[in-house]
């Protein structure tokens, strides 16, 4: 005999979670021949219990049901969605009758749907005049607006209404809500109420923005306005203003249980007036305007109150809109853009269908910005929603088919995702549920087959993941495609367009920028094949870099170096970090530039955090010593270790460029890079001098680091401070000569320049002493300048055992016992102040000047050199060469307050950083904060500023070297 299936079974199948309490349910309402509606419902379970509950109140429902086959899919569709309309069913009686007959499939105009709301809060339709007297007219305006939305709610879950019928609507039902709101503010009476001859003075229009312009809303969206009035025919224009601002809050407060009104958008934001005329709006735009306003002001569209004055607001703002990529300063305003965009994605990010990557918010702000650079050129681009404008610039050559096609299928399954969570409970959201049950409502919503869960996340997924690589590629791509001639290409920009573009990218060259993309990507090579799949990507991140031009020339020069290696392409197509950090290296700094396109395989260190790592320093000295054993003559083995510099020197920039690494710790990788240098060219040194000699042993000889070396300080601008000790002085000069000539051989690379210049005596003094003649000299003659500076002398290269000798003999002379004597501290303080009015360049601005300037490096390491000189004799932690550790001693020491250190120190800090920045960026030294702009904001970017924060960088550095010089002055000058 056939099996008889149960009831709980069939729910069960029929896609129920809970069949035991569906069955319960059913059976109390009598409802069995209800049961085979329930398999297209998003959520059986919701929508039977809503049914249930309205079933109670509403004793013709389930025969009215059972007799309309249209309302039984379209109430059971609604049900499953929305518990919030479902609520709303329960609370309104008769409401579900609206769902039944031919009226609920039939799109109501726009004009039907002002008429239905108006009417409802007791005004008049032709002129939303009050005629009649509603006891709650909030109350009845959200009754009203809730039919409606239920109405079209049931023709969008059934599909009698497409995605942009849907949002079409809910837009013109908003402009009927606000329209209504402005007429339940005008019948407002009593205490203070407008009277009919306040409303006679002036004009009002509501200019709908975002979304609801754009008509495009949600189902619950904050609805984004801008105000503009106008006086009547001789009335006083600050009183009609005054009328229409309580007209504007009156309509606010009246639509704020539908939605939020926002009007932050208008002039100054909400520090602006709420209402202005329409001369006082233009003056705005002309004058103070941002890229931001603009772009939203692509979506104005009058929505409510005075129609005339309406269109003319946004007639004349059109004319604004499409000039604004002409506009000074459109380049860091899109960069700012683009920035807000991304600092929106919170941590909840992965799962946000608008500001996640991927999300809504990326196609539409794609969509935007083109539209801004090409529209002004090209009117057919002038749209206000997304599809169509996505569409235009399809059409129009600026967006390839596929892609345009790629984007408004995600931006579609995206929106009607976001409907389907708005409808759940009414609210507004943008995120993705996590747990199962929800995740299968929203799948069987969009009827997504067996697995409906399952197939819910695959195509969110995917589709954001498409929208993003679209994201990426909407901008460069076609420009690739303007220059290069690709037999599948779609997109046609004009050279015109394309240097728009690229203009709007941040390239200040934008011919020399179609030049390089032409250089890279034309022809059928696999190297131009490669480059063409590489580029969009990388462009976008040029473009996001300080130095767009020089990121895509350095690009092409260390391309044209290493295209035809087959591991170089490779590995930036297959490795997304390697070509993702070598974009950022490259439009940041020309020193690292500079470094890899005379050392190209460096390139291969980019992909790992760990492979920019510093080495350790007895690995570098191995390498260096078996470089110069290979090779016979000084000069070649040189130039090995000088190869080897080359490569650490980038590997130590690109960490810093990365934020990888500190200062502290910056320092003593090129510390200890000069070091390892400094001992492979004295071995190729003295190997040549010995040769010269017949093999006769030129004796020991040290070289002992000074100033920022010896303190394991230095920037990627240092020279090498350096004395040089010796026992047997008939060969020591000609070692120390031999080094000098070699580290100053002609090299395109970064010179390590010998200075040993803070030897006794000076210039006048012998190059090198021996360490008796080191002795006598300092025993006799010394000076307190020179017991300062040898507080950084330190062993560097050559023989340990002499450059440890002579450290232990300076000791009581840098360390004396008994602190330095009052005068000596009194000659320190007059030298200081002589190099202060001395030394600082003619012109240059103290306060900016990052070694001699007020709080800057020299008052910070003279205050830490002072503390060492009073009190490194008795307390030995303060015997250091480094300026931090020294103050941190002498926090220990109870020589400083703490808080006094961290100043110094944050000082001492961010001026190091400064000038190892404009290293970087310029590739060559400078001491100052830039006064240049440009200059100034590549700096600035290279130290973590946004394009528009060059001032915020000066002002910092100001009030930190200010803050340190107050200390200073009662440190290093109080008694």
Same mark, same amino acid.
């Given at each position: 005999?056939p099996r008889?299936?149960?009831? &709980?079974? +069939?729910?069960a199948?029929?896609?129920?979670a809970?069949?035991?309490?569906a069955?319960? %349910?059913?059976?109390e #309402? !009598? =409802?069995?021949?209800l049961?085979?509606?329930?398999?297209?419902?998003?959520?059986?379970d919701?929508a039977?219990?809503?049914?249930?509950?309205?079933a109670e109140r509403?004793?013709?429902l389930?025969?009215?049901?059972?007799?309309?086959?249209?309302?039984?899919s379209r109430?059971l569709?609604?049900?499953g969605?929305?518990?919030?309309l479902?609520e709303h069913?329960v609370?309104h009686?008769?409401?579900?009758?609206s769902?039944?007959?031919e009226?609920?499939v039939?799109?109501?105009?726009?004009?039907?749907?002002?008429?239905?709301?108006?009417?409802?809060v007791?005004a008049?339709?032709a002129d939303?005049?009050?005629?009649?007297s509603?006891?709650?007219?909030?109350?009845?305006?959200?009754?009203a607006y809730?039919?409606?939305l239920?109405?079209? &709610?049931a +023709?969008?879950i059934?599909?009698?209404?497409?995605?942009t019928e849907v949002t079409a609507e %809910?837009s013109?039902l #908003? !402009? =009927?809500?606000?329209?209504?709101g402005?007429a339940?503010?005008?019948?407002e009476t009593?205490?203070?109420?407008?009277?009919a001859?306040e409303l006679?003075?002036?004009?009002?229009?509501v200019?709908?923005?975002g979304k609801?312009?754009?008509r495009e809303?949600n189902y619950i969206?904050?609805?984004d306005v801008?105000?503009v009035a106008?006086?009547?025919e001789?009335?006083?224009?600050?009183?009609?203003?005054r009328?229409a601002?309580?007209?504007?809050q009156?309509m606010?407060?009246?639509?704020?249980?539908?939605?939020?009104?926002?009007?932050?958008?208008?002039p100054?934001g909400?520090?602006?007036?709420?209402v202005?005329?329409l001369t006082?709006h233009?003056?705005?735009y002309?004058?103070?305007?941002?890229?931001?306003?603009?772009?939203?002001l692509l979506?104005?569209?009058?929505?409510?109150?005075d129609?005339?004055l309406?269109?003319a607001?946004v007639s004349?703002?059109?004319e604004?809109?499409w000039?604004?990529?002409?506009?000074d300063?459109?380049?860091?305003?899109?960069?700012?853009?683009?920035?807000?965009?991304?600092?929106?994605?919170?941590?909840d990010?992965e799962?946000?269908l608008k500001?996640?990557p991927?999300?809504l918010?990326?196609i539409?702000?794609a969509?935007?910005l083109?539209?801004?650079?090409?529209?002004r050129l090209d009117?057919?681009?002038?749209?206000?929603?997304?599809?169509?404008?996505?569409?235009a610039l399809?059409?129009?050559?600026?967006?390839?088919?596929?892609?345009?096609r790629g984007?408004?299928?995600a931006?579609t399954?995206?929106?009607?995702?976001?409907h389907?969570?708005?409808?759940?409970?009414?609210r507004r959201t943008h995120i993705?549920?996590?747990?199962?049950g929800d995740l299968?409502?929203?799948g069987r919503?969009?009827?997504l087959?067996p697995?409906?869960?399952?197939e819910?996340?695959r195509?969110?997924?995917?589709?954001a993941?498409?929208a993003r690589?679209?994201?990426?590629k909407l901008?460069y791509?076609p420009l690739?495609q303007?220059v290069?001639?690709?037999?599948?290409s779609?997109t046609?920009?004009?050279?015109a367009?394309a240097?728009?573009r690229?203009?709007a990218?941040?390239f200040?060259?934008?011919?020399g920028?179609l030049?390089?993309?032409?250089?890279?990507?034309?022809?059928?090579?696999?190297?131009?094949a490669i480059?063409?799949t590489?580029?969009p990507v990388?462009?976008?991140w040029?473009a996001?870099t300080?130095?767009?031009?020089a990121?895509?020339?350095g690009?092409?020069?260390?391309s044209d170096q290493?295209?035809?290696?087959?591991?170089?392409l490779r590995l930036?197509?297959?490795?997304?970090?390697v070509?993702?950090r070598?974009?950022?290296v490259l439009?940041?700094s020309r020193?690292a530039?500079?470094?890899?396109?005379?050392a190209?395989?460096?390139v291969a260190?980019?992909?790992?955090d760990?492979?920019?790592?510093?080495?350790?320093?007895a690995?570098?000295r191995a390498e260096?010593a078996?470089?110069?054993s290979?090779h016979?003559?000084?000069?070649?083995a040189?130039?090995?270790?000088r190869a080897?510099?080359r490569?650490e020197l980038f590997r130590?920039?690109v960490?810093d460029?990365s934020g990888?690494?500190?200062?502290e710790q910056v320092?003593?990788a090129?510390?200890?890079l000069n070091?390892?240098t400094?001992?492979?060219a004295?071995?190729?040194?003295?190997?040549?001098?010995?040769l010269?000699?017949?093999?006769?042993?030129p004796?020991?000889?040290?070289?002992?680091?000074?100033?920022?070396?010896?303190?394991m300080?230095?920037?990627y601008?240092?020279?090498?401070?350096v004395?040089?000790v010796?026992?047997?002085m008939?060969s020591?000069f000609a070692?120390?000569?031999e080094?000098?000539?070699?580290?100053a051989?002609?090299?395109?690379d970064?010179?390590?320049?010998?200075?040993p210049d803070?030897?006794p005596?000076g210039?006048q003094?012998?190059?090198?002493r021996?360490?008796?003649?080191?002795?006598a000299?300092?025993?006799?003659w010394?000076?307190?300048?020179?017991?300062?500076?040898?507080l950084r002398?330190?062993?560097?290269?050559?023989?340990?055992?002499?450059?440890?000798?002579?450290v232990?003999m300076?000791?009581?002379?840098?360390?004396p016992p008994?602190g330095l004597?009052?005068?000596?501290?009194?000659?320190?303080?007059r030298l200081?102040?002589?190099m202060?009015?001395?030394r600082?360049?003619?012109g240059?601005d103290?306060?900016?000047?990052t070694?001699?300037g007020?709080?800057?490096?020299?008052d910070?390491?003279w205050?830490?050199?002072?503390?060492?000189l009073?009190?490194?004799?008795?307390?030995?932690?303060l015997?250091?060469?480094?300026?931090l550790?020294?103050l941190r001693a002498?926090?220990h020491?109870e020589l400083l307050?703490?808080?006094?250190?961290?100043?110094?120190a944050?000082?001492?800090?961010?001026a190091?950083?400064i000038?190892?920045a404009?290293?970087l960026?310029?590739g060559?030294?400078?001491?100052?904060?830039p006064?240049?702009?440009n200059?100034r904001?590549l700096?600035?970017?290279?130290?973590?500023?946004?394009p528009d924060?060059s001032e915020?960088?000066v002002?910092?550095?100001?009030?930190?070297?200010?803050?340190?010089?107050?200390v200073?002055?009662r440190v290093?000058?109080?008694?």
């Amino acid at each position: 005999m056939p099996r008889i299936e149960s009831t &709980a079974a +069939r729910l069960a199948k029929l896609g129920f979670a809970d069949p035991a309490r569906a069955e319960r %349910l059913v059976q109390e #309402a !009598g =409802a069995e021949w209800l049961l085979d509606d329930f398999a297209a419902v998003a959520d059986p379970d919701l929508a039977l219990l809503s049914l249930t509950r309205v079933a109670e109140r509403e004793s013709g429902l389930l025969d009215a049901l059972r007799s309309d086959e249209g309302l039984r899919s379209r109430l059971l569709g609604v049900l499953g969605v929305s518990a919030a309309l479902g609520e709303h069913l329960v609370t309104h009686e008769g409401h579900w009758r609206s769902l039944a007959g031919e009226q609920a499939v039939l799109r109501p105009g726009e004009g039907e749907l002002r008429a239905a709301l108006l009417r409802a809060v007791g005004a008049e339709p032709a002129d939303g005049q009050p005629r009649a007297s509603v006891a709650s007219p909030r109350r009845e305006l959200k009754s009203a607006y809730r039919e409606r939305l239920l109405r079209l &709610a049931a +023709r969008d879950i059934t599909g009698a209404a497409s995605f942009t019928e849907v949002t079409a609507e %809910l837009s013109d039902l #908003a !402009g =009927a809500a606000l329209e209504a709101g402005l007429a339940v503010a005008r019948a407002e009476t009593g205490p203070g109420g407008l009277t009919a001859e306040e409303l006679s003075t002036v004009r009002l229009a509501v200019i709908g923005m975002g979304k609801c312009g754009a008509r495009e809303l949600n189902y619950i969206s904050d609805v984004d306005v801008i105000f503009v009035a106008e006086p009547a025919e001789g009335a006083d224009e600050t009183k009609a203003l005054r009328v229409a601002t309580r007209l504007a809050q009156g309509m606010m407060r009246a639509c704020a249980e539908l939605w939020e009104v926002d009007a932050g958008l208008r002039p100054e934001g909400r520090a602006g007036p709420l209402v202005r005329t329409l001369t006082s709006h233009l003056a705005y735009y002309r004058r103070w305007a941002k890229t931001w306003e603009f772009q939203a002001l692509l979506k104005a569209r009058p929505v409510a109150g005075d129609a005339e004055l309406g269109a003319a607001y946004v007639s004349a703002v059109d004319e604004l809109v499409w000039h604004a990529a002409s506009r000074d300063n459109f380049v860091e305003d899109v960069q700012a853009m683009r920035r807000r965009v991304e600092a929106h994605v919170r941590e909840d990010g992965e799962r946000q269908l608008k500001l996640g990557p991927g999300g809504l918010r990326d196609i539409e702000f794609a969509v935007q910005l083109l539209q801004l650079v090409h529209g002004r050129l090209d009117p057919l681009l002038r749209r206000r929603a997304t599809l169509p404008a996505l569409a235009a610039l399809s059409r129009g050559g600026y967006v390839g088919r596929e892609d345009a096609r790629g984007l408004a299928e995600a931006y579609t399954f995206l929106r009607q995702v976001e409907h389907l969570l708005q409808l759940h409970r009414l609210r507004r959201t943008h995120i993705v549920p996590s747990a199962p049950g929800d995740l299968r409502r929203l799948g069987r919503g969009l009827r997504l087959g067996p697995d409906p869960e399952a197939e819910f996340v695959r195509q969110w997924k995917k589709h954001a993941r498409e929208a993003r690589r679209l994201h990426e590629k909407l901008f460069y791509r076609p420009l690739l495609q303007a220059v290069a001639r690709l037999p599948d290409s779609e997109t046609r920009l004009s050279t015109a367009a394309a240097t728009a573009r690229l203009k709007a990218l941040g390239f200040g060259d934008p011919s020399g920028a179609l030049r390089h993309i032409a250089a890279l990507t034309t022809g059928v090579s696999r190297r131009a094949a490669i480059q063409r799949t590489l580029l969009p990507v990388m462009l976008g991140w040029f473009a996001d870099t300080p130095d767009p031009d020089a990121g895509l020339l350095g690009f092409r020069q260390v391309s044209d170096q290493l295209g035809t290696t087959p591991w170089y392409l490779r590995l930036l197509r297959d490795e997304t970090a390697v070509a993702a950090r070598m974009a950022r290296v490259l439009g940041t700094s020309r020193y690292a530039t500079d470094l890899l396109t005379r050392a190209p395989e460096a390139v291969a260190m980019l992909g790992s955090d760990a492979d920019l790592e510093a080495r350790p320093f007895a690995a570098l000295r191995a390498e260096a010593a078996a470089a110069v054993s290979r090779h016979d003559d000084a000069e070649t083995a040189v130039a090995s270790v000088r190869a080897l510099r080359r490569r650490e020197l980038f590997r130590t920039a690109v960490a810093d460029l990365s934020g990888l690494t500190d200062i502290e710790q910056v320092g003593v990788a090129l510390s200890e890079l000069n070091d390892v240098t400094i001992q492979a060219a004295l071995d190729a040194a003295i190997a040549k001098v010995r040769l010269e000699s017949r093999g006769e042993s030129p004796g020991r000889f040290a070289v002992i680091a000074m100033g920022r070396l010896g303190g394991m300080e230095c920037s990627y601008a240092s020279d090498a401070d350096v004395m040089f000790v010796c026992d047997r002085m008939e060969s020591a000069f000609a070692v120390a000569n031999e080094l000098r000539r070699l580290l100053a051989l002609p090299a395109p690379d970064p010179p390590l320049l010998i200075d040993p210049d803070l030897r006794p005596e000076g210039r006048q003094g012998p190059l090198v002493r021996t360490l008796a003649s080191y002795r006598a000299y300092y025993g006799r003659w010394s000076s307190p300048w020179e017991s300062q500076a040898l507080l950084r002398a330190r062993f560097s290269a050559g023989d340990a055992e002499l450059g440890q000798a002579f450290v232990s003999m300076i000791d009581e002379l840098r360390y004396p016992p008994g602190g330095l004597p009052l005068e000596s501290v009194r000659e320190i303080r007059r030298l200081k102040a002589r190099m202060e009015a001395e030394r600082l360049p003619r012109g240059a601005d103290p306060a900016l000047h990052t070694k001699l300037g007020r709080g800057g490096l020299s008052d910070v390491e003279w205050v830490a050199q002072l503390l060492q000189l009073q009190h490194a004799g008795s307390l030995s932690s303060l015997r250091t060469t480094r300026t931090l550790e020294a103050l941190r001693a002498a926090v220990h020491e109870e020589l400083l307050e703490a808080d006094e250190a961290r100043v110094l120190a944050d000082s001492w800090r961010f001026a190091s950083r400064i000038r190892d920045a404009i290293m970087l960026v310029k590739g060559r030294a400078g001491d100052m904060v830039p006064t240049d702009v440009n200059e100034r904001r590549l700096i600035a970017g290279t130290l973590g500023y946004p394009p528009d924060g060059s001032e915020d960088f000066v002002d910092d550095y100001r009030r930190v070297t200010r803050r340190a010089r107050k200390v200073v002055e009662r440190v290093f000058y109080g008694d």
